[in-house]
């Protein structure tokens, strides 16, 4: 900030001016945003904050429903259904975050080149994505883990596949598009070179609407790695996480025990559902004109 | 022009049979000990890795392995003894009925809320289906089974216990298609049928409500795009019906990226069939896989993989030609 006088500015005209408009507009992007400081909250401190060890049995209490004692009630184990669920925040938004990092990162490197240099390289990239875009997503991540071994790491790396289409392809558009616009031009000839250009001056413009992506392919994300964990990859038991939690809860919900697959999977609808919300409200702050 | 569509399809088909390659030939560790099962000793390794063709460079078993595929060979199950797609095509059709079933039941709630919405916009309807579409995509699918089943089977006991297509007093319809409705049907066998329609409904509409979300979105956006363009004015301008501007030039332009949207949500519905297959022991290629993973059964897994894959390139190339036929502006020549 400079000390000039600006007589002409309005609260709207700064970033944060404008993000505040918006909010003040949205109170739903608002709760999107307390929303996910909860759940990154409950990631951080949940472990040392649960009342109770989420992996201590007590096969007195088994399969109790929820009380004071047990919000959650308890599991077959008699382990408190409450502490598991907020313990396995930490992994799930672990893999989920895992994940779309490394998609983003590799998403950005291939579509950022392609769309830079075209030529060759770009159709090759293009029928790369053609074909992983060719699987049902869900099926080829099955297969990815299946091919890989069964592990954590490995569901992280098979959702971060089945996710760098949709980051290479958005920044292969950006970046086609400005490639040979006005100020790139005006970086190039001030003795920028290709790879500077590229990075500091074109791709930055396409940080926007990858914003918007990461925050609907964050929740998408979840649900990918529950889902995988509830089919019985990756994840093992007795790990808390949410997927494995309503898989093992599936097998007593027919006798009416329904507290032991609901809760984790409201917890797991709520992570997703934060996280699509932020997204809308994202896009409504970077691009208001695509609001449906 | 279907033709040149098709043609387009070919290097796609040639991709996924090269992932598909290296996803078989990835296996962790040795396959051919792993073939050879924990007993084996070095002699009986190197023979089963010469058997397999493994001892070969990799370009070679890339062209044994499309040579098999050709002759539609995709390897033996471990757990079931059965050549893998023996075992796929036999259970192929329990997951197409079950999936297609689904994609009706949502496309005729969904596309009629999207409509409604659209035309009616800051009305209940709109509310409401703003509502589905925001909890619809939040929805994970297995969870959405499992609160079915307790509200419907163990609340209100109204519907059959989740095992399978079919509960066990009837018998199954002789096989004519595969699809246990179509089979009843013809044998005129109607208790068979209504006890398969019963089975069918909670997991299709577990589906359905999973794919209701994008294709009302989509639906209600595209309604509101086509509402909003020139020729809708001028169609208004001339004095047209309300119901002719409607469905004669709105609705049917608003289709095509609908259309479109259906691939994608063909994709998403193939792996959601997964998930669905297992809460409800549904008998079909889904569950198939996943009770193949449990026992780390490789060549069904890929297999499995390899088919919905194929699957989901010919669904996208029908729905491409259907594209072709509803839009007046491409030209079937």
């Known amino acids: 900030m400079t000390d000039s006088p600006a007589p002409e500015r309005h609260p709207g005209d700064t970033i944060w001016g404008h993000v505040a408009h918006v909010l003040r507009d949205n109170p739903v992007t608002l709760l999107a945003f307390g929303m996910v400081a909860f759940l990154v909250g409950c990631a951080l401190f949940g472990p040392s904050l649960v009342p109770h060890d989420p992996l201590a049995t007590n096969a007195a209490r088994a399969l109790e ?27 799930d938004l672990t893999i989920s975050v895992a994940a779309v990092a490394l998609s983003f990162v590799l998403g950005s490197l291939l579509g950022a080149v392609s769309g830079y240099w075209g030529g060759w390289l770009d159709a090759v990239l293009n029928r790369f994505l053609d074909t992983i875009m060719a699987f049902p997503l869900f099926v080829l991540a099955m297969g990815v883990v299946a091919a890989l071994g069964n592990t954590v790491e490995n569901i992280i790396y098979a959702t971060a596949i089945i996710n760098i ?128 | 022009m279907i033709l040149g569509r098709v043609a387009q399809a070919i290097p796609v088909v040639m991709g996924v049979v090269v992932i598909s390659f290296l996803l078989t030939r990835a296996l962790p560790g040795d396959p051919a000990a792993y073939f050879a099962g924990p007993a084996a000793d070095a002699a ?84 409401l289906c703003r509502v589905v579409v925001t909890a619809g995509v939040s929805m994970p699918t297995f969870f959405t089974g499992i609160v ?69 979105r989509m639906t209600r956006a595209s309604m509101l795009q086509a509402l909003s363009s020139d020729f809708i004015r001028t169609a208004r301008a001339a004095g047209l019906g309300r119901r002719k501007i409607l469905y004669g030039y709105a609705f049917r332009n608003a289709l095509l990226p609908v259309i479109t949207t259906l691939g994608m949500v063909f994709s998403f519905t193939l792996g959601a069939n997964v998930l669905v297959e297992k809460v409800f022991a549904w008998p079909g290629i889904g569950s198939y896989a996943v009770e193949a993973l449990v026992v780390s059964d490789y060549a069904a897994v890929q297999g499995f993989v390899l088919a919905m894959a194929l699957l989901f390139v010919a669904l996208n190339l029908i729905i491409d030609i259907v594209y072709a036929l509803i839009d007046p502006r491409i030209a079937l020549g």
């Open chain 2, 44 to 127: 009986s390794i190197a023979e089963i890795r010469q058997a397999l063709g493994l001892d070969k460079p990799l370009i070679q078993q890339f062209f044994i392995y499309v040579g098999d595929l050709m002759t539609g060979d995709l390897g033996t199950s471990l757990s079931t003894g059965q050549p893998v797609a023996m075992d796929l095509a036999a259970r192929l059709p329990a997951s197409l009925e079950l999936t297609l079933v689904a994609l009706i039941l949502s496309c005729v709630i969904a596309i009629p809320l999207g409509v409604l919405a659209a035309t009616r916009p800051g009305s209940w309807i709109d509310h």
């Open chain 2, 148 to 216: 079915l089943i307790y509200v419907f089977y163990y609340l209100a006991g109204v519907a059959p216990a989740p095992l399978g297509r079919l509960d066990f007093i009837y018998l199954s319809p002789p096989q004519i298609t595969g699809f246990y409705l179509i089979d009843a049907a013809i044998a005129g066998d109607w208790e068979t049928w209504a006890g398969a329609l019963k089975q069918l409904v909670l997991p299709a509409g577990t589906l359905a409500l999973f794919t209701l979300a994008p294709i009302a």
């Open chain 1, 165 to 292: 289409p949709f980051y290479a392809r958005l920044v292969r558009a950006e970046v086609n598009i400005r490639r040979h616009a006005g100020f790139a031009q005006a970086a190039k000839l001030a003795g920028n070179s290709d790879l500077r250009v590229l990075a500091f001056h074109i791709f930055p413009n396409a940080l926007p609407p990858m914003m918007v992506q990461v925050s609907l392919n964050l929740g998408w994300a979840i649900l990918n790695a529950a889902g995988l964990s509830f089919i019985g990859l990756g994840v093992r038991p007795p790990t808390p996480e949410w997927g494995i939690m309503v898989a093992e809860g599936a097998n007593f919900i027919v006798s009416g025990e329904w507290w032991m697959a609901v809760f984790p999977g409201l917890w797991l609808m709520l992570a997703v559902f934060t996280f699509n919300l932020l997204g809308d409200g994202l896009r409504d702050i970077v691009d208001p004109r695509k609001r449906t």
């Open chain 1, 65 to 91: 429903p929820p009380s004071w004692d047990h919000w959650f009630g308890t599991d077959n184990l008699g382990r408190d259904v409450f502490s598991r669920v907020i313990v396995a925040t930490r992994l």
